[in-house]
């Protein structure tokens, strides 16, 4: 049975929580979203080195566990003299993991394009980062907007893992009020609420906007 004055008592933190999720979301996907596309540009460049660093960069994030690239920030750099707090390390490895998918979904996109664009805004003249900037990546992001939506969804899930490394989000708090109040049920039923609160309007409106861009062709 769920107390609903768990909720009522410790609404402030709860609320916080909230806050800082939303916020290390947003900045997640700022962050991965033009790191995403420096790797995508990267990983179809007509130079070998920077495809073999971006292939290495996708396979590599992709491959292991969020858990260990939060790691990285939070425990790793402080051996080299860099410290971060929870907060900005659980964001960071949310940034770098989340854009190894973002790169795979914009190159795909990228490749989607009829190569006869790319041709004839270089044979205009164009430089081939001009080329990409002004006709391919315009017309690519326009394909990647709901796979990069589904990745957006799934990033604000995957921002609980800032409880583990103390980050202040939504998780942490709901594991300070069962340490509270020794239900563990309702602590995080709370949780699983707020977490639908902000995660269902977003899958909505995905799938509106996938049907809009469909309907446009």
Excluded at 76 to 87: A, E, S, T
Excluded at 152 to 161: P, Q, R, W
Excluded at 170 to 181: E, H, K, P, Q, S
Excluded at 200 to 215: H, Q
Aim: aromatic content about 12%; charged content about 10%.
């Amino acid at each position: 049975m769920i107390d609903w004055t768990i909720l009522t008592d410790n609404w402030e933190l709860y609320l916080e929580g909230i806050r800082n999720t939303v916020l290390a979301s947003l900045l997640a996907l700022v962050g991965s979203f033009v790191l995403g596309i420096v790797i995508a540009v990267f990983r179809i460049a007509p130079i070998r080195i920077l495809n073999v660093i971006g292939a290495a960069y996708v396979e590599f994030f992709r491959n292991i566990p969020l858990l260990l690239v939060v790691y990285l920030f939070f425990l790793g750099l402080p051996v080299l003299g860099l410290v971060f707090n929870g907060f900005i390390s659980g964001t960071l490895g949310l940034m770098i993991y989340t854009s190894s998918y973002i790169a795979e979904a914009i190159r795909a996109g990228i490749q989607a394009v009829p190569i006869g664009q790319k041709e004839a805004a270089r044979a205009s003249g164009l430089t081939y980062i001009q080329a990409m900037r002004h006709v391919v990546l315009p017309q690519a992001l326009k394909i990647v907007i709901p796979p990069i939506c589904n990745q957006f969804l799934n990033l604000v899930k995957n921002s609980s893992i800032l409880g583990v490394v103390a980050g202040m989000d939504l998780m942490y708090f709901g594991d300070i009020v069962n340490a509270d109040t020794y239900d563990t049920v309702s602590s995080y039923a709370f949780v699983s609420l707020f977490y639908l609160v902000l995660t269902i309007p977003l899958s909505l409106a995905s799938r509106s906007l996938e049907r809009r861009l469909a309907r446009s062709g």
